[in-house]
């Protein structure tokens, strides 16, 4: 109710009492009886409370003048809905116990989140964050929006700045925190990769005695984080002293991993669905976190092996000129760029080429970007810049990549991939065939 709602973040409720199911912080995707909250960011969201009691929302925060129907006045709408958030995470107590996985590092984090989720729904019914829906306002709408009889919760929290995944954390209480892998991603906002190891370290400080530190035995930076808390520690990858190991690795004509792997709790067998030998990474962090939950082994890495990832995400998809597209184009930074780089090196066709937009919140932009340029010429990959000028070659405009895009044939194979904020996920748009 938002009696209750008001009551659990300290709010003020105004107007009638009203039934809620759910929480949405856009109006667009409002549905019946949900609570809408507006967020300030690169748009005041006080602007769509109208919108969003059209589309059906029971009520609403808001940290100015109530607009009529039921409100619930904050001072800080997202403050509000983290408080919340941890407010519906108690609530489902009960259900999870030791069951709520929150996933961290610089590149990985929702393909390993999707994995797990895969993993533990073999057994288990249990609940994902959509997306990447993982700051101070996706995280608590993640679980607000969970259903009651959940028995799992997986979780991914990112990193723009100290402090932040500590305050996820805080909401969450997760039992299993898991680390990727760190590197120079968002740099610009915490100086280094030092800085980035610390905030990412967060996570595993957080963690109740109780609980276990899921860590990736290839990065050192990763493995300087098993003292950071009293949780125990079960670690990954193809480091012989990785508890978790990737052995007898091969990639087929698809750029997809085909492995065995060892684990405490027998061995298995791994064929993904996804290419990129980084995604077999990423499912060892999956298969440690099924042991830890007693899950069958074979049978979590039979459900990894089927599971398809979030859209944008090393998608391998076919244009309608016949050229293959392997779309990544969601976000990057210089650890995901090498490795998707390295993953269209498997590929045999008539030409190599990576649409690359910027890579944002580098602390050395232009370094960063010229060593990728430099990898491009030692994979003997095209680079084509889409409107930036770091990668050293002539850029070129979004409608000009799209036009050269158009021009491709039969045996090209293109990469697409840069932050968020180059919009590559547009690139491509109308110009698929299907989906190998």
Known sequence: MASDVAQAISGELIGSNAHLDGVSFDSRTIKPGQLFVPIVDQRDGHDFIADALSRGA???LTSRAPQGRTAITVTDTVTGLLKLGAWGRTRLDPQLQNRVVAITGSVGKTSTKDLIASALATVL??????????????????????????????????????????????????????????????????????????????????????????LNADDSNVLSMRDASKAAVLTFGESSSAEVRMVDCEIDQQGRAIAMVKTPWGDAKLSMN??????????????????????????????????????????IRKLKNGAVVIDDSYNANPASMRAAFETLSTFSGARRIAFCGLMAELAEPSEDHLAISLLAKQKQIELVAVETNLYGVRPISFSQARQVLEELGDGDLVLVKGSKVAGLVRLCEGLYRDEL
């Open 58 to 60: 029971g009520a609403y």
């Open 125 to 214: 019914r249990t609940h994902a964050n959509d997306q990447s829906f993982n700051n101070d306002f996706g995280l608590p709408t993640t679980i607000l929006n969970a259903p009651d009889d959940i028995e799992a919760l997986v979780v991914e929290m990112g990193m723009r700045g100290f402090g932040e995944i500590a305050r996820l954390c805080e909401v969450a209480r997760p039992h299993i925190g898991v680390v990727t892998v760190v590197s120079n991603a968002h740099t610009q906002r915490v100086g280094s990769i030092n800085g980035v190891t610390r905030a990412k370290r967060e996570l595993i400080e957080s963690l109740p005695a109780g609980g276990c530190a899921v």
């Open 274 to 315: 996804v290419p990129g030998k980084h995604m077999a990474h990423n499912a060892l962090a999956a298969l440690c976190v099924a042991g830890i939950l007693h899950i069958d082994i074979s049978q979590a890495a039979e459900a990894i092996s089927k599971s398809n990832i979030s859209p944008f995400r090393m998608q």
